[in-house]
Structure formats: C-alpha cells, structure tokens
C-alpha cells in the first residue's frame, strides 16, 4: 500500500526524527497504518522501533518531523481510540487481574468485559503472582477491551511460548480482520510473515518496506552443501565472508557462488555450491551491514 | 578481590548522587551541628507592660532583651502578646509594691527554660510564671513538631518512592496513553497520599494529646488549614523529586536530603533564635518551620489566626510555588508538548528495499 492511497491512515509518521544529542534514535522515518492492516516493525535490538512508537502515542516529542494519530497530535481523544501494549506490559503488579482489567475498562469507559478462562481462574491473584504468558494475555485482553481501532503491540511475543505465541497472533488476525489497524515491533523474523507489510529498521532507519517478498527481492544467498560443514564454517570466515550456520548448513547472504567456491577450494574442501533466495533475516543482515557502512 | 574493590568504587563514581551525599551529608551536619545544635538561648525578646515599665526595663539584664515597654498595658495585653508570639517574655509590673512578675512563653522550651533559670537568678526581682506549658514539658513541645515531621515524611518520602516505582514499572508510560487527563493522573496519584498523611496527622494529634496530655488549645479549623497547606508543600515537594529521580534509590536520597533539614532547622529540635544567623535563613526557607509555628501557636497557645498569618501565608506561597513547579514538571513527564511540524527533507523511506 503506498503512501496516500487508501483509507485515512490511522497512525503516520512523516520523516519523522527523534535526536539525542548527536544520536539517532530515530531518523527520517516514514510509515503509516490503515485500517485492517497489520504493520510489522521489524529491526534487531536498539533498531528504533520503540521509539518510534512513543513519538506517533505521543510519549515522546519529535526533534523534526511529524507523528499522528487518527490524523492529528496524539491527546485524549485520540488515545480513547487506541489499545497499547507496552514491552513492560503495563500493569499493576500488586492489583489482582480483575482489577487491572477494571481499571482500565473505567479509564476508557469501556463495559465490562470478559476474562479468557484461563484468566479467569486467576481473576482475584496479583498480576505478580501469575505467569508471563498469562501477563501478555491479561495486557492483551485489557487493550483490546474498549474494542481500538487501533492495536499497537510492542514485542508481544517476547518470553512467549510457541503455542501462546499462535493464539496471540490469532487474535492479532481477528483484530485486524474486525478493521482495526495494527502495528507491531518484533526482533523475530519468522513473524514478518504475520504480517501485511513490514517496516525494516535499523540504526533509527525505515531502510525497506513492504512485504516479505518486496523486501526480499532479488537478494539470494549461497548454501553449501559438504560433510566438512564445521572446517568449511571456519574456511569461509577466515575468508572474511558473511557465513552462518542454520544447523548444519552453511549460509552466506548476498555473496557470488563464485567467491564462495573459490575460498572453499583455497581450503581444499569440496562442496557443491547452490545460490537460493535470501531469507528475510539474511536481508537485514545485508542492509544492516550496508547501514553501517553508509 | 582488587577485581571487586575497583569495581566498586567504579560503580561509585558513576553514582553521582551517591558520591555528592557522601560528601555532601557529612559536611551538612557538620555545619549544622556547629552552628545549629545550640540548646541555649541568650536572646529573649521581652516585653515589659504595667506602671512601673520604664524603671523595670532599665533593671533588666540579659538574657532579656527588652524590645517593646507599654506602661499603658496590662496582664492581658501582655499574655495577648505571648500568643501572638510577639515576645518570649512579658514583665507585668505593678503600682503596689513587689517584684513584677515575668510571664513566661512555655511554648518556646528552651527561651523559656532560659528565661525561669534567669529570673530564679534574680535573687526575687522577678516572680516568674510560665504559661502555655507550666511544667515545662519536652512531649508537649515535640508533639506538635512531630506532626509535621510525620507528614513530611509520608508526603515527601512516601510519595516520591510511589510515583517512581510507577514510572519503573512501566505503568506511568500505560497511563500516559489513557484517555486521562494530567492533571486526572496527579490528582489520582496524589489524593491517597494526601488522605494518608491527613490520617496519620489526626492519629498522632489525637494519640500524643491522649498519651502525654498536650493541650489542644486553639481553633481546630486554623490547624486543619496549616496542615492543608504544609501537605500540598510537602506533597509537592515528593512530585517534584519523583520527576528528578531515575530509581527508588536515588528518590530516597533526594527526599531524605530535604526532610533530615527541616528536622532539624526547623526549630522542633534546636530553637532557631538560639541558631547562628548563617544557618538561621536556611530554617526560614524550609515549610516545616511555618508549620511548626502554626501547630504549636494553635495547640499550646490558643493563638488567634491573625497572629499566624506570617506562616500561613509563606506556606500558602510555597504549596502555589512548589506544587506548581512539581505538577508542570510532572505533566511533562506524562504528556510530551504536542508535536511540531517541523519542515524536513524528503522521506527516506520510498516503499522499496533499498
């Protein structure tokens, strides 16, 4: 979806800056979120992400540029049409879980709404005498309470297990499917696919959008076939050339076959060489580098 | 172990909050148990009332400082003047023959102590005759200082550990992008330490009035107005430290550096007239001062709200300063300015992997 096509997007930054001192944090960044869609915002660790999402809740001011919601500056009005799930979660530890759900239903004024029944078997424990998956749901169940139009998650799935991580991203679909927009930071690529565009950040940089296969594109990495998977591992990085490991196959992104081949006969190790597409990971380590150097 | 010591002391210098108390804290109570810890009082403002005033002014010696002689009034008058804390000391004198009789401010313990030692000294010039606290109690004076200590305790210290163990929790950011208003979230977040403090206020009057029989003397609501004021302060005070404080710890610091002051220059422990003038001023920029005044002016004095203006006033023009300093400070916190547009330069983001 391009800029300016579409319904009116929900949340928009607009070259948006946010500096500390010389540090970017954030830097030029542009991006928007419209209804029904769901917006990965992807990046490794210290990326971006979350302070990009304090400048467009307001939390934070940008140093240049503009951050809105629902086509204005974040104020009260505004965030009586969001839900937000922070990192932290956000809630009150020493309160039982239907008191937090209360107070948060009375903040927006919302009716009161229903545990899941796990939660529900918890209703009257403190928040700190419970699980971090039963956290996540409970910061889940509360942010979707006041039914948002717009859900911004901030790592929802971090310290999550693998079966509680696919029922989150179900009631992500069924939010997102109800009309609501949705922007979500992750570190974990294999949920990019979740998603129906992606903003890549790194270094406080919006430096690829679009969906996995945009993004992608024609970036292809090597894999090497050899039973001397270890020795040619270390042939390749002595070689000083992006390797890695996916079990025990050897992979180097954005690299010719042939200068792969031509270190691994330098080592004396056979191999086949075959050049396959990039995985999403691949390709941000590949702008990640080509970041560093810019 | 030369591993760990360095370590540590790397840590330190990184702390400079820490560092700054640990050499600011030793230098504080040097300074103040230098000048400040003085129990004797050389300067008693004495008043002399009755017939024979002029004569009987002349004949005082220190530790009375005559300040004010009005042959024209009497006892009342004078006692008047004891609970408006015009004097220290009132020397009633007579047309009919005698030794005047020296009324002494048993509120002010120390002048008070100092003014009988004097007037027994006198070998039967002066008849002395304390009121307010006859006995000379030390409870009935701590009493009502400690009123305000406890409160500024609670609103100092208690409050700005609240406030920052929200802000560490992550949950001041939750608030912040609720559909609260400012000043919703500051008065939520103020009002039961308010009621908290307003409780423990009432209990420890009530208690330390039942326990050691201190007098309630004067006008509850001119009491109750007092420890409004000096709770905004003192609450505003624990706002404000929140909004400077990263951690717990260094919210503890900070309040502890205001409260351990205003124990001990406030009067409630060393009386202020007996402070050199150097340390005196910092007694009359801290709020539990004022409240000292006003408490123990209403509790043992019966002293009419007219007479403590002064201090309701400054604690009025603090708890304005000072809350609205800490709720604006807050208010940042929660609530970023709005957003500028700020003109930039081209997107860098064209929708395309570059």
């Known amino acids: 979806m391009s800029a300016g096509s579409g319904p009116r997007p929900l949340a928009e930054a607009a070259s948006v800056s946010k500096r500390y001192g010389s540090f970017a944090a954030v830097d030029e960044v542009s991006m928007q979120v419209r209804p029904g869609e769901i917006v990965g915002l992807l990046g490794a660790n210290g990326a971006g992400k979350t302070t990009l999402i304090k400048l467009l809740l307001g939390l934070a001011v940008p140093t240049s540029g503009t951050a809105t919601l629902f086509g204005q500056a974040p104020d009260r009005a505004t965030r009586r049409r969001l839900g937000y799930v922070p990192q932290g979660l956000g809630l009150w530890e020493a309160l039982t879980v239907a008191q937090n759900l209360h107070f948060a239903n009375a903040a927006f004024g919302a009716a009161d709404s229903h545990l899941t029944p796990a939660l529900e078997a918890v209703r009257d424990r403190p928040v700190s005498a419970i699980g971090l998956g039963l956290q996540r749901q409970l910061a889940f169940t509360i942010a979707l309470a006041h039914t948002p139009e717009l859900l911004v998650l901030d790592e929802p799935t971090s310290g999550v297990d693998p079966l509680s991580r696919a029922r989150l991203w179900d009631a992500v679909h069924a939010e997102a499917d109800r009309g609501a927009g949705i922007l979500v930071t992750t570190h974990y690529m294999q949920e990019a696919q979740q998603c129906d565009r992606l903003v890549l950040m790194s270094r406080g940089r919006a430096v690829a959008e679009g969906t996995e296969k945009d993004i992608i594109g024609t970036t292809t990495a090597c894999e090497v076939d050899t039973d001397q998977w270890s020795t040619a591992f270390d042939a390749l990085d002595r070689a000083e050339l992006p390797v890695t490991l996916a079990g025990r196959q050897v992979r180097l992104a954005d690299t010719p076959p042939e200068t792969v081949r031509t270190a691994l006969t330098a080592a004396g190790i056979s191999a086949q060489v075959h050049e396959v597409p990039a995985t999403l990971e691949e390709k941000m380590t590949v702008i990640d580098r080509a970041t560093a150097h810019s | ?354």
């Open chain 2, 1 to 354: 172990m030369w591993a760990m010591i360095l370590k540590e002391f790397l840590e330190l210098r990184r702390d400079r909050r820490t560092m700054a108390m640990i050499i600011a804290l030793p230098l504080l109570l040097l300074v103040i148990f230098g000048y400040a810890a003085n129990f004797r009082v050389d300067d008693l403002k004495t008043r002399v009332v009755g017939p024979q005033a002029a004569q009987v002014a002349q004949q005082l010696e220190p530790p009375f400082d005559v300040t004010s002689v009005r042959p024209a009034e009497g006892r009342a008058d004078g006692e008047k003047a004891l609970r408006s804390e015009k004097a220290a000391v009132v020397v009633v004198t007579s047309a009919r023959p005698g030794p005047p009789t020296a009324l002494i401010d048993g509120s002010q313990l120390f002048s008070a102590q100092s003014a009988s030692a004097a007037a027994a000294a006198s070998n039967g010039a002066l008849r002395p005759q304390v009121l307010f606290n006859p006995h000379l109690k030390t409870s009935w004076v701590m009493v009502p200082g400690l009123v305000g200590m406890i409160m500024a305790f609670i609103g100092t210290i208690v409050t700005a550990i609240g406030l920052v163990r929200e802000r560490q929790a992550g949950t001041l950011e939750q608030l912040a992008v609720m559909p609260f208003r400012p000043s919703d979230v500051i008065a939520g977040k103020i009002a039961p330490y308010f009621v908290l403090a307003a409780v423990d206020m009432v209990l420890v009057t009530v208690i330390g009035c039942l326990l050691f029989g201190v007098p309630f003397s004067g006008n509850v609501a001119v009491f109750a107005l007092g420890a409004a004021l000096f709770l905004f302060v003192v609450l505003g005070l624990g706002v404000l430290i929140s909004t400077l404080s990263q951690n717990q710890g260094q919210a503890m610091q900070m309040a502890l550096m205001t409260v351990m002051p205003q124990i001990l220059l406030s009067g409630m422990i060393f009386p202020l007239t007996a402070m050199a003038a150097g340390v005196r001023w910092i007694g009359y920029v801290l709020p539990l001062t004022y409240f000292n005044m006003i408490s123990n002016g209403v509790m043992l004095r019966n002293a009419p709200i007219s007479s403590l203006a002064l201090p309701l006033g400054v604690l009025a023009f603090m708890a304005v300063l000072v809350f609205s300093g800490a709720v604006l400070r807050f208010r940042r916190d929660l609530a970023p300015s709005a957003p500028r547009a700020v003109p930039a330069k081209a997107p860098a983001l064209a929708g395309e992997a570059r």
